[in-house]
């Protein structure tokens, strides 16, 4: 868990910051995708708790760390994204009306998030309109 959602995103960030800073004109954006998680826990998800907090430390750092050399760095922490791991949810439970329901029930908008919500924050955050932005609290989208 610890080496697929947080040492694969560090070896990444890491080889993205080299080549940025390489540039001629040095800069670049990074946006981390890290997890609900970050805002709450649930049973039996230590190591997967463990590996989104470390990705926003690792992306809180980085922001302070590089902020001087053009680089920015956010975190987005969506919460149930409507995805094939949420299609198998539904498929293992009783009835996918109550698994929905039940889901629903722990989600202030009500529904899983479609995965292009995402990728137009992350989009955002990655251009230039977003050059005001690096993991501020404030920057961290959580849903």
């Known amino acids: 868990m610890l080496s697929i959602n947080l040492r694969s995103a560090f070896l ?5 910051c080299r080549r940025m800073l390489a540039q001629e004109r040095p800069g670049g954006s990074v946006v981390n995708i890290a997890s609900v998680h970050t805002a709450g826990a649930l049973p039996a998800s230590v190591a997967y708790d ?3 907090w470390g990705m926003i430390g690792m992306t809180k750092s980085l922001a302070v760390e590089l902020a001087d050399r053009n680089l920015r760095f956010n975190a987005v922490s969506p919460g ?3 995805t094939r791991i949420w299609e198998d949810v539904k498929n293992a439970a009783p009835s996918h009306a109550e698994c929905e329901a039940h889901f629903g029930s722990n989600i202030p908008i009500g529904r899983p998030i479609d995965a292009d919500e995402v990728a137009e924050l992350v989009a955002f955050l990655l251009s230039d309109r977003s050059r005001a932005y690096s993991a501020t609290p404030m920057a961290i989208a959580r849903s």
Request: charge should be neutral; avoid cysteine.
């Open 12 to 16: 990444l960030t890491q080889l993205a």
């Open 50 to 52: 463990a590996a989104t």
């Open 80 to 82: 149930l994204v409507a």
